[in-house]
């Protein structure tokens, strides 16, 4: 008798085979809003929620970088009342969404490989199968889903700080007066400033959310597997957050 | 019935399943007994659904698992539940939401999971553990708490996976007792073992899978009386037996 492995040509194995494979099934999976809408808002809490200080950390301390700097490339040069224009737009624009999606493909990214990863080595995802769950429904859209929603809610949050903290360091550090810095602020303002960064967020959301997913229900090999999994979801999750930075800059700018 | 039919499957260069058949028939428990790595698991993740086969047939009530669709599929696990080897327990969910989650996919009614809940766990003699989380459970109870939320489904089939590998003789005897009882309730139970005093003590009809096929099949004693040398070799615990393992 001829085997079906021999017939058949085996797939060309590869990481864009298996983002499509997967994508595909999670779009599938997107109809399932029976087994994903109750873990929703859980995953919400976890990844959004539970992401906020470390948005607010990075924002503090990158807008006060930030006004400095403006004021070092500015002075002599530019009027300093300036600092806020570049100060909002850069970090509406760039810096916020970017850096905040950068340390989200950490924490959040790894979370996810290193969750789905265990449950995968420890038969949990095999589990949910034979009790009749999508695994893609009940796991990884619900993720996907809650993280494009969250991350540019936590980037908002980055943007207000970050504008804010430039604000402070402007008053307190370079002494410029507070209705300078506003003036600045608002003298280039636009408010596709906020969007173009939150639609970024949105999309940094998703990428780095289906990354985790990805690795987390690809590995396998136990412990060392897992750890390469969220090792892997995190370089793969910067990696989408900067191509997709590029994109965005072509097509939206 | 569950029927495998010529089942061939490798993993990369392995080649596990090479024309297994075999045969469980409803209302008994067969033991599928064999060496580690030789495809044990393996039939059952076929029979699942886990895993499809390279070529051959995987029978559930005369369906082709293989040809199923997702819809299909789903249908089919309502019929059937797996104990996993290490219980597979969702960690993030306390013994009560584990064991209702199957029950919430059936579209049964809140009052009915916890009736079911108290039920399933009465059987496996761990009431109370409700609210506890598989970390806080022994290995044995925690195999149980996967027999119970396997069992709370009523399902005509449950597969077994090494249901007693790493117990102690007495957790042993507890979990073989309750796959004698699930029987007796009605389930047929396919149970996947290298425990031979499980093998004897639970299986109806035990079969020996050997180098990817069937090598011998029969109540326990018309198994002791088997002259195969695989087959003595591998119930003497010989360990020259080994050496053709798959």
């Known amino acids: 008798m001829l085997r079906a492995a021999e ?27 029976r087994t994903w809408r109750p873990v929703l808002l859980d995953q919400m809490v976890v990844l959004g929620v539970g992401s906020v200080p470390i948005a607010i950390f990075l924002a503090v301390f990158t807008g006060i970088v930030l006004a400095l700097l403006a004021s070092y490339i500015f002075t002599n040069t530019v009027p300093l009342y300036l600092v806020g224009s570049l100060v909002g737009k850069t970090v509406m624009m760039e810096l916020a969404p970017v850096l905040t999606g950068m340390a989200l493909a950490g924490r959040v990214g790894a979370n996810i490989a290193a969750e789905l990863g265990t449950m995968k ?12 769950y999508d695994p893609l429904a009940y796991l990884a859209v619900p993720r996907v889903l809650a993280a494009t929603l969250m991350f540019p809610v936590v980037t908002a949050f980055a943007m207000l700080i970050g504008v804010f903290s430039g604000w402070i360091a402007s008053t307190f550090i370079l002494e410029l007066p507070a209705q300078e810095f506003v003036r600045g602020l608002r003298q280039f303002y636009q408010f596709k400033d906020i969007w173009y960064g939150l639609v970024k967020a949105a999309s940094f959301g998703t990428a780095v959310a289906l990354m985790g997913c990805i690795k987390g229900l690809s590995s396998d090999g136990g412990a060392a597997g897992v750890g390469a999994a969220a090792t892997r979801a995190v370089v793969l999750g910067c990696e989408a957050i900067l191509v997709l930075d590029a994109f965005w800059a072509v097509v939206l700018l | 019935m569950i029927q495998l039919r010529d089942v061939y499957k490798s993993f990369g260069p392995k080649e ?5 058949s075999l045969d469980v028939p409803e209302g008994k428990n067969t033991v599928l007994m064999g060496f580690s790595g ?102 044995g109870m925690r195999k149980r708490v996967g027999i119970a939320r396997a069992v709370a489904l009523k399902p005509r089939y449950i597969l077994y996976d090494e249901p007693t590998t790493g117990l102690d003789p007495v957790t042993s005897a ?69 050496a053709g393992v798959a």
Do not use: W
């Open chain 2, 38 to 139: 030789g495809g044990k698991s393996v039939t059952l993740k076929l029979i699942a659904g886990l895993l499809a086969p390279d070529s051959g047939d995987v029978l559930v009530d005369g369906k082709n698992v293989p040809d199923l669709d997702a819809d299909g599929l789903a249908m089919l696990r309502r019929e059937i539940a797996f104990v996993f080897q290490f219980a597979a327990l969702f960690d993030s969910m306390t013994v009560e939401e584990n064991i209702r989650l199957g029950l919430k996919k059936q579209g049964m009614s809140a009052d009915d999971q916890r009736v079911r809940v108290r039920e399933s766990l009465a059987l496996v003699n761990l009431e109370g553990t409700e609210g506890r989380y598989p970390a806080e459970l022994s290995g």
């Open chain 1, 7 to 33: 017939t058949r040509p085996p797939l060309p194995a590869g990481f864009f085979d298996e983002v499509g494979r997967i994508t595909l099934r999670v779009s599938r999976a997107v109809g399932d809003v």
């Open chain 2, 174 to 242: 507890v979990i073989d007792d309750l796959m004698i009882r699930t029987r007796d309730l009605g389930a047929t139970g396919l149970i996947v073992t290298h425990d031979l005093r499980t093998s004897f003590k639970c299986g109806d009809r035990i079969a020996m899978l050997y180098e990817g096929r069937l090598r011998a099949i029969g109540t326990g004693d018309e198994l002791r009386r088997n002259t195969d040398p695989v087959v003595t070799g591998f119930i003497e615990g010989r360990p020259t037996t080994a």
């Open chain 1, 121 to 132: 080595v420890t038969e949990q995802v095999d589990a949910l199968e034979t009790l009749s």
């Open chain 2, 16 to 20: 596990v399943l090479r024309g297994f």
